[in-house]
């Protein structure tokens, strides 16, 4: 691992407290990517765990690649940031979701080039943000935190509040295309836009006919509208454009694909008064709205556009659509020329400008087609002026998301971001529980290679193993890491059944590894959901993947093939033990495919009561009373009335929502219940984290 702008800290004399005698500390690191977290990068000397003989838990053998957690954010941008998809599109940060492909970059020879990458993690924070503004009218929102790439190598929003670390200063350069700080903004939906669509396309491409023929001794009239294309996305836009419009198209095969032609389908219609209304609704209106002119575009570069080896043009020979293209790009101040004639008269307008010239077309215009927009494959030539001029503090603290892609990076309203990461909020060996729980993380880089060693003994009685039942494996420190993919590979390779517990949305990485285990030995896949309540969860769990992004997880699962179980954990007396607050759980775990529930009440462990405590004083004081007296003096456990009281309520409707249940009371889950209940914990600010 190289981590730019690293420091390396210690020996095995500065190991950490409890660690000197079970690992050999290799490195600590610390790095302005992650400020306020060291990871410890040790050698273990073993992989598999054995649990106490006296323990509860219901698994023998344990394996944690990780001691901490890294589930709270830090680097995260605006919401309304736009990413840019693979499909070449630009959308809302707020509208993605795990699973999504988006574009990054990667270096290849002498350049970095635009890839395709998927969104494996995103969690919502609320922070501190700056507006930076660039010189082409680009601005972003982000945290302090934050880091984008500059002609100076990656640098944060600001300096770090301790210490000294890369940040953004005026005149830095961004690099990337930027948005031009664009506020046309086009009404898609608009009569006007769809009819402007249909002008360029219809008049680009398409085909009407007025004309008479000689039938049994009498003159006939036809009149026949005939559009072929060989993209479905253009073909279905105008069909369904036209039958908002009132007029009805039949669609048929046009040509069938050969080596040297591609398959096309066609819209058609012989009405003669389906016909006469399409000739009025492609007329050019005296007063041309905006929406009108970008429909116009859209339809045209659709029916007669190219954008090949980064160079956008349309082409047509009728001089009145040529004239129409040009005064539609020079209403929205992009830059273009006309080429001259061909030998068969076609002319070609060409968007000038590179890259930024092209994506402004492309946001503009909405055109359908996707392969004509594509950016994968090109390389990073940042021509558009993106100088840092402002870095403004906003005031309070704002809604920010995060996200972790493949490439480590993405796209933010046309420049290069850093792909997020978290600090660290997990207790653990002698650490405290407050700010250890927030910085220090130990990560066991040789646990793959141990792993394998110790399943090949001839003692090894291929016992399951048990992942993710201190630390979740897969925390955001994994991102980073990615030593999960080994560990799942060597327990099916030694024909070892294992469960796996995580709350964590990017083991959807590791979908195909787990499919390929499972046709090998038993794997039991469990997702943690807690909180039902949007805000409920902002306030407790504020570093973590939301709810909705866990419970799509658990549907890409199911989906996989795996019987997935929601630990529904823990239940909060008097915020979440609620009929109301359950059913809903109930209904969203059902919906997303899961097979059966855990669920189990909340567990105050001596360490972390005053935490929790500390956290109910700031977010519901009104409960602290409440919860003194279910939690009083040393006590850990609810008491057993609560839990009686709480399986009355349970059971029947998990029942009624079609699952089954486990609880604390059923012996097989006795153990793990007092991991897998223990109490949020309040951060540094403070807020709370689930520990895990």
Known sequence: MRWQGQTIEGTDVDALPGLENRTGIVRSVTTPEFAGMTFHEVLSKSALNRVPGASRMPFSWTVNPYRGCSHACVYCVSPDTFILCADGRQRPLRDLAVGDEIIGTEKHGAYRRYVRTRIEAKWDTHKPAYRVTLADGTTLVASGDHRFLTDRGWK??????????????????????????DSTTVDQSSADYRRGYLSGMIRGDGMLFHGDYLRSGRIRSAHLFRLALIDDEALDRSRDYLATEGVKTRTRAFATQTATRNAANALHTGSAMNVASIEALILTPRQRSESWDAGFLAGVFDAEGSCSRGVLRISNKDEELLELIATSLARFDIAHVREGARENGVCSIRVVGGLPARQRFFEIARPA???????????????????????????????????????????????????????????????????????????KTNVVEVLERELRRGSWKRETVALGTNTDPYQRAEGRYRLMPGIIRALADAETPFSLLTKGTLVRRDIPVLVEAAKRVPVDVQMSIAMYDDELQHAIEPGTPSTQARLDTVSALADAGFRVGVFLMPVLPHLTD???????????????????????VLHLRAGVKP????????????????????YPGVAAEA??????????????????????????????????????????????KPAAEMLF
């Not at 830095?172 to 700080?181: A, D, E, K, P, S």
């Not at 405590?613 to 009104?622: A, G």
């Open 156 to 181: 944060h929003v600001t300096n770090a509040e301790h210490g000294q670390r890369p940040h953004l200063t005026i005149n830095n350069r961004f690099q990337g295309f930027g948005n031009g700080g």
């Open 578 to 600: 609620t009929v109301a607050h359950v059913d809903a759980a109930l209904s969203r775990i059902r919906d997303a495919g899961a097979d059966h529930v855990v669920y189990g």
């Open 611 to 630: 935490w929790f405590f500390q956290w109910l004083e700031q977010y519901r004081p009104d409960l602290v009373s409440s919860y003194r007296a279910l």
């Open 369 to 443: 087609i996707t392969r004509k927009m594509l950016i994968e494959g090109t390389a990073v030539k940042t021509v558009a002026d993106l100088r840092v001029v402002s870095i403004e503090p906003l005031e309070g603290e704002h809604d920010l998301i995060d996200i972790m892609t493949g490439t480590g990076d993405f796209i933010a309203n046309g420049v290069i971001s850093h792909n997020c990461f978290a600090r660290g909020t997990h207790e653990y060996l002698d650490l405290d529980a407050g700010h250890d729980f927030d910085s220090q993380i130990v990560v």
């Open 639 to 684: 008491p057993k009335d609560y839990k009686k009281w709480l399986a009355r309520r349970m059971r029947p409707l998990i029942r009624l929502h079609g699952l089954y249940a486990e609880s604390e009371d059923d012996e097989r889950m006795r153990g793990i219940m007092r991991e897998r209940t223990a109490a949020p914990v309040a951060a540094a």
